[in-house]
């Protein structure tokens, strides 16, 4: 079967880095994404990934790794408004998105 | 671009009552529509996906007469929530994938169904 795991919940602090980690099993791989939803929001796109390495957009940076089914999305100086859930989604070979369960983020000050 | 809205926001309805919610690409068109449900604290479930003049495809366990989708035009998809009960209500998200693209889904605002 298809699977995502990501942690359910992280915590950490205002100014501080975080790394939230996503390993998939998939059936094939059309690029892996990440987006952001707030309590009560819809998700909102963050970023793409199809190729191995890392692709950084201001104060995020994703990582991926396709060998071993791997990506991180990375959240540097953090504020209080990144409090959020963060959804890893692989595309499989029918161009399905496959979610994962998605990751709470709490910041504190 | 690639702004997506969604109406209503909010519905409140009797319990028997059928619900209409509409999605709309604003600004480009969407190949591929696709709606989903998500119940407090949990994840996002795809209820079904559908194609512009085609039937929707729709996931295992969605009752597809319960669930009806109209994809009239590539701006516009329709779900229909008919004979609504309390275990229906949930926030129902549409999201829409545009010609050409990298594949991503841009996703409309969401509507807020209660059902009483």
């Known amino acids: 079967g298809q699977n995502i795991d990501q942690p359910t919940e992280m915590t950490a602090t205002e100014g501080a880095i975080v790394q939230i980690n996503c390993t998939y099993q998939t059936s094939g791989f059309n690029g892996l994404f990440w987006y952001q939803q707030h309590a009560g929001e819809a998700p909102t796109f963050l970023s793409y990934n199809v190729l191995d390495g890392l692709e950084e957009k201001g104060r995020f940076s994703s990582f991926l790794s396709r060998s071993k089914g791997y990506s991180y999305l990375l959240l540097k100086e953090l504020q209080m408004k990144d409090s959020a859930s963060y959804l890893c989604?692989?595309?499989?070979?029918?161009?399905?998105?496959?979610w994962g369960a998605g990751t709470k983020l709490i910041i504190k000050p | 671009g690639a702004v997506v809205s969604q109406h209503p926001s909010r519905v409140i309805c009797k319990s028997g009552t059928s619900v209409k919610i509409e999605c709309r690409s604003l600004d480009f068109q969407a190949t591929t529509m696709f709606w989903y449900r998500q119940f407090p604290k949990q994840s996002l479930m795809l209820m079904a996906t559908?194609?512009?003049?085609?039937?929707?495809?729709?996931e295992q366990g969605v009752e597809k007469d319960k669930f009806l989708i109209n994809h009239a035009s590539l701006t516009l998809s329709t779900l229909t929530v008919t004979s609504a009960h309390p275990e229906d209500s949930s926030f129902y998200i549409c999201s829409a994938r545009r010609a050409g693209g990298i594949n991503e889904q841009f996703f409309g605002p969401g509507t807020r169904l209660t059902v009483l």
């Open positions: 989604a692989v595309l499989d070979s029918n161009y399905q998105l496959i």
């Open positions: 559908s194609n512009e003049g085609s039937k929707a495809t729709y």
